[in-house]
């Protein structure tokens, strides 16, 4: 086995190319003459098998795949009652998980309780008068 060029070859007479960086590990060299080429392992791919398939394509478009890694990185989306409002509704490994979005009237938040102490003040006022 000769080095030359990145590449090693094959051969006595060094006329069969080898696989690039052992496929990065992610899979087997078929040598074909003159040339070889890698052949990955499932959820692998590209010309030396470095890059990772992420699962079901992160149900795209809700997220992204990181091909370094395999991981899906989920999109953001907004509020559908107010679109300021950042909400993340896609989870799970693939993106596919739509979280339910919960809203409604919520009686005593902070301005509320204001507003129901001085109702009961006034209610108990009135009574006791």
């Not at 696989?19 to 070889?36: A, Q, T, Y």
């Amino acid at each position: 086995m000769n080095y030359y060029n990145n590449f090693y070859y094959l051969g006595d007479d060094c006329s069969i190319r080898d696989c690039r960086d052992n496929c990065s590990f992610n899979g087997w060299c078929s040598i074909e003459f003159p040339v070889s080429r890698c052949m990955c392992d499932p959820t692998y791919f590209g010309d030396v098998c470095q890059y990772k398939q992420c699962l079901n394509n992160c149900s795209w478009p809700n997220g992204d795949c990181n091909y370094e890694t395999g991981a899906c990185e989920c999109k953001m989306m907004y509020s559908p009652y107010l679109n300021t409002r950042p909400f993340v509704p896609w989870q799970g490994e693939d993106c596919s998980y739509l979280h339910p979005y919960e809203t409604g009237y919520t009686l005593l938040t902070s301005y509320s309780w204001h507003l129901f102490i001085i109702l009961i003040t006034i209610i108990i006022t009135l009574l006791f008068i």
